[in-house]
């Protein structure tokens, strides 16, 4: 499966973004869809799955009830919205794809699909 990960751009404190992840020679019901981010001098990080099995979302500490992942299975496509938005969101933001067991959804090398990566900047 191909990934292509989308949406990224400039916002300031306490605003919103939504970014795209469209899956291509796969479908996003047959894989768990993960979103990582890595800030400059930082690991790359876990942000938010959602499970291919249940539908299951899974969101770090950090972003819980700020960050909302949703797969549409028509437009096979996972989206990740972002609100409340904060200067430490600033990240490149990726998407990946795997089927990792539920104590490895955070892993990211239980995913083995990455997308290019998109820029998000939040600042005044």
């Known amino acids: 499966v191909q990934l292509q990960a989308s949406g990224g751009g400039l916002v300031q404190p306490g605003g919103s973004l939504r970014l795209s992840c469209a899956a291509s020679?796969?479908?996003?019901?047959?894989?768990?869809i993960a979103w990582f981010r890595q800030a400059p001098g930082k690991e790359r990080e876990f942000v938010a799955t959602?499970?291919?099995?249940?539908?299951?979302?899974y969101y770090t500490d950090s972003v819980k009830g700020r960050f909302t992942v949703s797969r549409d299975i028509r437009e096979n496509t996972v989206y990740l919205q972002m609100n409340s938005l904060k200067p430490e969101d600033t990240a490149v933001y990726y998407c990946?794809?795997?089927?990792?067991?539920?104590?490895?959804?955070?892993?990211?090398?239980?995913?083995?699909?990455w997308g290019q990566g998109t820029q998000v900047t939040v600042s005044s």
């Open positions: 020679g796969g479908t996003v019901r047959s894989y768990t």
């Open positions: 990946a794809a795997g089927r990792p067991i539920l104590s490895s959804l955070s892993n990211r090398n239980a995913y083995y699909h």
């Open positions: 959602i499970n291919r099995n249940n539908n299951n979302a």
